[in-house]
C-alpha cells in the first residue's frame, strides 16, 4: 500500500484515515497468524525464505500480551469488530494460562509447549531468567520465570482496559479473576514475586507508585476484596509517587522502557481515582515524567496524555503525523547505524530526537530512547506492530483519528 506522508496534514485527512484502518487490520492479522503461536506475544524469526525458523523475546511475552490486549479492547469499543472481541479472548486467555502453569498465582514470562519445535532454543536463549516445569490440562509446559515488575505493569495495564472497554460479562469476570489471582498473592507475599524454588525475583516494595496503580485496578474489578486495602495504602504512599518518578527522570537517555512503565502506570492511577486531592498528586507526578519526555515525539504517551487531559491540536496532529511515519518502518530488525548522519551529543544519543521514521528498528518503538542513534541487527525478527496498533486504536476511540467515511472490510481469522 502506497504511503500518505502528513504534510497538508488537514487536506490527507480523510485518505489517510483509510490507509490507517487498512494497516491496522493488516498488522493484527499477521499478529495472530505469526505471533501467538501458544496465546501470547512471541516475536518470529524468520529463514532467508521468510518462513518462521524459531521464536524469540519470550521474556517479554507477558508484557506484549497486556499492551496487545489493551490495543484489542480500545478496537472493540470504537469498532465493534467481532473480531477484536475474538482477539480479547485469546488474550486473555494466554494471560490466564501465564498464571496456571506457575500453579501459584505468579505470573510467569512466557509458556511454552514442552513438545513445541521451539522448545529447545528458547528455553536456552532464557535460561537466565530460569526455566521451570509443569503440567496444565494433561500437557507438559514449560515457563519461563524471573518475572520482573514490567511484565506484571504490562498484564494490568491490559486487564485493566478490557474490564473498562469490553461490557461482556465473560470478559469482566475472567479479568476480575486473574487480578484478583495475582494481586492477591503479591499481597499475600508482602509485594514480592516469589518463584518455585523460594527465591524472590524482585519486589514492589521499592515502588510505591506501583503498589497503588495494582491496588487501584483490584478495586476497581474487585471492590469487596481491594477497595479498603488501596484506600489504607494511599493514605500513607500517595505522596510518595513522585519520588522514583523523579529519580526516572533525572536521566532522560538510560532505561528509557522506564518511561513507558510510568506512563501505562499512572493511566490507571489517575483515571480511576475519586478523590480529587489524591488525585491532584498523582498529576503532579504525572507532569515531572511528561515534561521529561514532552518533545519526544511519542505517540504512545501522547495519546495517554490525550485520554487523561483531553485534545490539544498540535500534540494531537504529532500524534497523527508520528503514525504515518512508523508505517513506513522496517517490519523486521534491520541494522540502521545514523552515527555521521546525525548530530551527536553522546555514545549512541542524538542531539536531538530521531524523527520516528529514521529511528532504530526494535520490538515496540515507544519504549526505545529517540536520541538512540544505531540500532538493530540482521533483519531476521519481525516485530509485532503492537507499537502501532495500540496508540492507533486509542487515537481513534478519543477522536484524535476519525472513522474512514467508507466501512472497511476484516480480513477473515
Known amino acids: 500500500m502506497r504511503r500518505l506522508r502528513t504534510s497538508g496534514l488537514l487536506l490527507l485527512f480523510p485518505v489517510l484515515l483509510v490507509a490507517a484502518e487498512q494497516d491496522a487490520i493488516a498488522i493484527d492479522n ?22 518462521i525458523v524459531s521464536y524469540t523475546r519470550c521474556g517479554d511475552s507477558a508484557i506484549w500480551t497486556g499492551h496487545y490486549l489493551a490495543a484489542e479492547a480500545f478496537r472493540y469499543r470504537t469498532t465493534g469488530a467481532p473480531q477484536a472481541l475474538e482477539n480479547i479472548r ?49 500437557r507438559q509446559w514449560v515457563w519461563i520465570g524471573h518475572t520482573s515488575r514490567d511484565q506484571y505493569m504490562g498484564v494490568f495495564f491490559g486487564l485493566a482496559a478490557a474490564y473498562d472497554l469490553v461490557p461482556d460479562p465473560e470478559i469482566r469476570a475472567g479479568v476480575t479473576a486473574q487480578v484478583t489471582r495475582l494481586l492477591g498473592n503479591l499481597m499475600s507475599s508482602a509485594w514480592n514475586i516469589v518463584m518455585p524454588d523460594g527465591t524472590i525475583s524482585t519486589t514492589f516494595l521499592i515502588r510505591p507508585d506501583q503498589q497503588l496503580t495494582l491496588l487501584q485496578i483490584g478495586k476497581y474489578v474487585n471492590p469487596s476484596r481491594f477497595a479498603a486495602a488501596y484506600t489504607r495504602a494511599a493514605g500513607g ?56 519526555t514532552t ?15 483531553g485534545p490539544n491540536a498540535s500534540r494531537d496532529a504529532e500524534t497523527v503525523a508520528d503514525l504515518d511515519a512508523w508505517l513506513t518502518r522496517p517490519r523486521v530488525d534491520v541494522l540502521v547505524d545514523l552515527r555521521g ?21 526494535t520490538d515496540f518503538l515507544w519504549q526505545r530512547s529517540p536520541f538512540q542513534l544505531y540500532g538493530g541487527h540482521h533483519g531476521r ?19 484524535v483519528i476519525q472513522a474512514p467515511s467508507s466501512p472497511q472490510i476484516e480480513p477473515r481469522p
Open 295 to 309: 518533545n519526544h515525539r511519542n505517540a504512545h504517551f501522547n495519546m495517554i496524555d490525550r485520554a487523561l487531559h
Open 30 to 51: 499477521t499478529l495472530r497468524n505469526r505471533h501467538l503461536p501458544y496465546g501470547t506475544v512471541l516475536d518470529p524469526v524468520l529463514g532467508r525464505d521468510g518462513s
Open 381 to 399: 525478527i519481525e516485530s509485532a506492530g503492537i507499537d502501532y496498533l495500540l496508540p492507533y486504536w486509542m487515537a481513534r476511540y478519543y477522536s
Open 237 to 292: 504512599l500517595a505522596y510518595s509517587v513522585a519520588l522514583p518518578l523523579t529519580i526516572d527522570s533525572a536521566d532522560a537517555h538510560s532505561s528509557y522502557f522506564k518511561f513507558n512503565l510510568a506512563f501505562i502506570n499512572l493511566f490507571h492511577l489517575i483515571r480511576l481515582e475519586t478523590d480529587p486531592s489524591t488525585k491532584n498528586i498523582y498529576e503532579d507526578a504525572f507532569r515531572i515524567v511528561r515534561s521529561t
Open 341 to 361: 548522519k546525525v548530530k551527536a551529543c553522546g555514545e549512541n544519543q542524538g542531539c536531538q530526537p530521531i524523527p520516528v521514521a529514521q529511528r532504530s528498528t
Open 90 to 138: 485469546a488474550a486473555l486467555a494466554g494471560i490466564t494460562r501465564l498464571i496456571d502453569v506457575t500453579g501459584r498465582d505468579v505470573l510467569a514470562r512466557c509458556a511454552i509447549p514442552g513438545d513445541s519445535p521451539y522448545r529447545a532454543g528458547i528455553a536456552n536463549e532464557e535460561r537466565a531468567h530460569g526455566v521451570f516445569h509443569a503440567t496444565l490440562d494433561d
